[in-house]
């Protein structure tokens, strides 16, 4: 059996009985179908890359935020998928242009923390992720400039995001509305703990 698929992962065991959640809760993805637990750690540890299928950013323009809005609600990070081979940067560079229009300075990017997801169900024959647990990667990260300028309308080049818009750590605090674990980083982005 592949490690992360079937069984824990046993670096990722490791990892875990020295770095439990800062806060965790149970969520439903796939319109209810698809039951995990998903808790946020706020440390930099190494965590297995084989195990890391996303990667998500807090996008700092001056002093306000990139705030995201898609048919589920509102949240603070765009991001998605890391492919083949991409580094955590090269996933951020691409998926937050990609959902916003902003580009984002390399050089600036760096690691919050991570999120650790669980299925709570019974492994499908043919998972589409790493089973029973898979993680995302979150950073924060500045932009560098937004194609068409910061006010210019931006079509999600997937589709996943309506519209983005930049408000402050604590508009983005008061107004997320469909990632509970948001407001961890939210939080640590605000209260300095975290900045590069």
Same mark, same amino acid.
């Given at each position: 059996m592949r490690p992360g698929f079937g069984g824990r992962h046993p670096e990722l065991a490791?990892?875990?009985?020295?770095? @439990?959640?800062?806060?965790?809760?149970?969520? +439903?993805? +796939?319109? =209810?179908?698809?039951?995990?637990r998903?808790? @946020?750690?706020?440390?930099? @540890?190494?965590?297995?890359? /084989?195990?890391?299928?996303?990667?998500?950013?807090?996008?700092?323009?001056? !002093?306000?935020?990139?705030?995201?809005?898609?048919? !589920?609600?509102?949240?603070?990070?765009?991001?998605?998928?890391?492919? @083949? +081979?991409?580094?955590?940067?090269?996933?951020?560079? %691409? /998926?937050?242009?990609? /959902?916003? =229009?902003?580009?984002?300075? %390399?050089?600036?990017? %760096?690691?919050?923390?991570?999120l650790h997801l669980t299925h709570l169900l019974p492994q499908p024959p043919d998972p589409a992720t790493p089973y029973p647990d898979f993680l995302q990667i979150v950073c924060r990260a500045k932009a560098s400039g937004r194609e068409g300028g910061p006010e210019a309308a931006w079509v999600d080049t997937e589709g996943y995001e309506l519209s983005s818009r930049l408000v402050t750590v604590e508009e983005a605090l008061r107004q997320t509305s469909t990632d509970l674990l948001a407001p961890v980083f939210l939080r640590v982005l605000r209260d300095g703990t975290g900045r590069p």
């Amino acid at each position: 059996m592949r490690p992360g698929f079937g069984g824990r992962h046993p670096e990722l065991a490791r990892l875990l009985e020295v770095d @439990a959640p800062v806060e965790s809760h149970e969520v +439903a993805w +796939a319109g =209810g179908r698809l039951p995990l637990r998903v808790g @946020a750690h706020t440390s930099d @540890a190494e965590v297995p890359l /084989e195990l890391v299928t996303s990667v998500r950013c807090i996008v700092e323009v001056g !002093d306000s935020i990139v705030f995201c809005e898609n048919s !589920d609600g509102s949240h603070p990070w765009p991001g998605g998928r890391r492919q @083949a +081979a991409e580094s955590y940067t090269d996933t951020v560079v %691409r /998926e937050v242009h990609e /959902e916003t =229009g902003w580009w984002i300075d %390399r050089a600036s990017v %760096r690691r919050m923390g991570w999120l650790h997801l669980t299925h709570l169900l019974p492994q499908p024959p043919d998972p589409a992720t790493p089973y029973p647990d898979f993680l995302q990667i979150v950073c924060r990260a500045k932009a560098s400039g937004r194609e068409g300028g910061p006010e210019a309308a931006w079509v999600d080049t997937e589709g996943y995001e309506l519209s983005s818009r930049l408000v402050t750590v604590e508009e983005a605090l008061r107004q997320t509305s469909t990632d509970l674990l948001a407001p961890v980083f939210l939080r640590v982005l605000r209260d300095g703990t975290g900045r590069p």
